[in-house]
Structure formats: structure tokens, C-alpha cells
């Protein structure tokens, strides 16, 4: 079974500064995308960003770009110039296009506080 | 375009009675998902439908969960004789599967249930 681990429950950062979300997940399988969801306090899931397993080339989305290590099944985040708009609990999430099950796997969430 | 609804945005209910959410989702998108979310558990997938065909209900934590998708489209969850851990956001989201963007999901604002 897939598992996705945020090891990091809670950030901040200063806004126009940097920062950077972890994300770690474990899997036997070839055949799968990541992605990194944004949901603000008004609940709505908003995706950020996604990454095609069979890659190399990390995606960029304007001021967020990933890490991806595929050999360490590391996915990170990073966010540049934070802007207050920002704030929101950010989930990792795995998904096996290869596999019969259609669902995302998500972590617990990293909440990150960008601050004035 | 419009995006994934949900209605009601939020419900209180008392323990023992039944619930039904309802999600549309983003038009021609084949795939529908309902997921939910409590502060204990994170996120955790309930149920997939995909076209026509048997849905994935593995996720489902009881016999009291149900959801069925009508003509492709609206879908309906229902949670019967609730109880106080049903308490939690329910979302749902579509994803065309077909196509350039095929594994994206997008996602509801959510209902949030409230068992008293």
C-alpha cells in the first residue's frame, strides 16, 4: 500500500521570503503522478502543482516549483516571494494511474502561516 | 466554467438520523470522488465512480455509507442512522480522466456534517 508522510504539522515564513513543505511517500509502483493541494480556511482544495512520476525535469508553476527525487520518493515544495494569500494547509498527494484504484492518497497536511 | 458543488455547505443533524450530501460535479467529467476529512484521520478516500462502471466502495467505513451517481452526473451520499464520529467534511471532486490533464481532481467546497 501507498503511504504519504508531512513531516512537518505546522510553518511559517515571512512573507516575500522563502519556504520550503516536505514530502516523503512510499510506493512499488512505476506509474503515478504527485501533486501539492492548497486549501485555504474557506475549505476549498485548490491544486498547485503536479509532477509525473516518469519526469526527470522538476515542474514549476510561477512562485512554486518542486523538488522531486524519485529514487527517494522525496517530493517537496517550495514557495518563493510568500505572499500572505499563501496561508493555508498545503497536502501532498500520490495517485497510481497504473493501479484499479482511482483515489488520491494524501498526507496529514503541513499548515503554513505566512506572516506581514 | 462552473466548478464542483456541494450542497448544503453545512449540517447539523442528531445522532441517529439520515444524512444525504450531494455533490455536481464539473460538467463532462467522467470520474466523481468522495472524501472525507476530520481532524483526527485527515483525509480519507469513501468512494469512486468512473463512467459507467461498478463503483470503488472500498473506502466506505460502514454499511451505513451509500452514494449512487445518477446519469453520469449528480451524486448523492447518504449516511444513515449517523453517528457522532460521521462528524466531518465531506468532499467531493471530478476529474475528466480522458485527455491532456487526465488525473487531476478537482474538488467541492465541501459540506461540513455535524452530528449533535
Known amino acids: 500500500a501507498q503511504t504519504v508522510t508531512q513531516s512537518q504539522p505546522e510553518m511559517s515564513v515571512q512573507e516575500a521570503e522563502t519556504v520550503t513543505l516536505s514530502c516523503t511517500y512510499d510506493?512499488?509502483?512505476?506509474?503515478?503522478?504527485l501533486f501539492w493541494y492548497k486549501q485555504p480556511p474557506s475549505r476549498q482544495m485548490i491544486l498547485v502543482i503536479r509532477q509525473e512520476a516518469y519526469k526527470q525535469q522538476n515542474a514549476t508553476e510561477n512562485r512554486f516549483s518542486v523538488n522531486f527525487q524519485k529514487a527517494a520518493k522525496s517530493f517537496s515544495l517550495k514557495i518563493s516571494d510568500s505572499q500572505l494569500g499563501d496561508t493555508a494547509m498545503y497536502f501532498c498527494a500520490f495517485f497510481n494511474y497504473g493501479g484499479s484504484q482511482g483515489n488520491l492518497i494524501f498526507g496529514k497536511g503541513t499548515k503554513l502561516s505566512v506572516k506581514p | 466554467g462552473a466548478g464542483v458543488s456541494q450542497s448544503p455547505s453545512n449540517k447539523v443533524t442528531e445522532k441517529g438520523k439520515d444524512v444525504e450530501l450531494r455533490c455536481d460535479p464539473i460538467?463532462?467529467?467522467?470520474?466523481l470522488y468522495w472524501y472525507r476529512q476530520s481532524l483526527g484521520q485527515g483525509l480519507e478516500f469513501l468512494i469512486y465512480?468512473?463512467?459507467?462502471?461498478?463503483?470503488?466502495k472500498s473506502g466506505l467505513p460502514s454499511d451505513r455509507f451509500s452514494a449512487e451517481r445518477t446519469g453520469g452526473s449528480v451524486s448523492t451520499l447518504t449516511i444513515q442512522r449517523t453517528q457522532q464520529e460521521d462528524s466531518a467534511v465531506y468532499l467531493c471532486a471530478s476529474s475528466p480522466r480522458g485527455g491532456g490533464r487526465t488525473y487531476e481532481q478537482y474538488f467541492g467546497p465541501g459540506t461540513r456534517l455535524t452530528v449533535t
Open positions: 460538467s463532462g467529467h467522467t470520474a
Open positions: 510506493t512499488s509502483e512505476n506509474n503515478y503522478y
Open positions: 465512480f468512473q463512467g459507467n462502471s461498478a463503483p470503488d
